[in-house]
């Protein structure tokens, strides 16, 4: 089993910045990517940001340009820049975590409350 914690969230003015921050942990696993998710109230969930273990990323068209991944292999770190923050950001944001543990899964941590507001 894989357990995956994010931290960093909270609440920001239009125009602000955040940096969330996922660990994983665990016993014997090796981690094939990492990404953040988001939900807002009345949306599905859907792929904010990725990047492999190689170092390959992708985003949402939306927050191109605003929103950086990046992550420390060494201490199965990955972290989510997030600057010039639009109300439309306001979402619970959910670290996952593509492993091999016997088989290939996904973890997801609990998930972190990301609210941008005047």
């Known amino acids: ?48 940001a990725r990047i492999t273990s190689l170092g390959s990323t992708n985003y949402a068209d939306s927050v191109k340009g605003r929103f950086t991944i990046s992550r420390d292999n060494a201490n199965n770190m990955v972290y989510l820049q997030m600057n010039n923050l639009k109300p439309e950001d306001t979402a619970v944001y959910f670290c996952a975590v ?6 290939l899964a996904t973890y997801w941590g609990q998930g972190t409350q990301v609210t941008v507001s005047s």
């Open 1 to 48: 089993q894989v357990q995956v914690v994010e931290s960093g969230g909270g609440l920001v003015q239009p125009g602000g910045s955040l940096r969330l921050s996922c660990a994983a942990s665990g016993s014997r696993f090796r981690i094939n990517s990492m990404g953040w998710h988001r939900q807002a109230p009345g949306k599905q969930r859907e792929l904010v």
């Open 98 to 103: 593509t492993a091999i543990v016997g088989s």
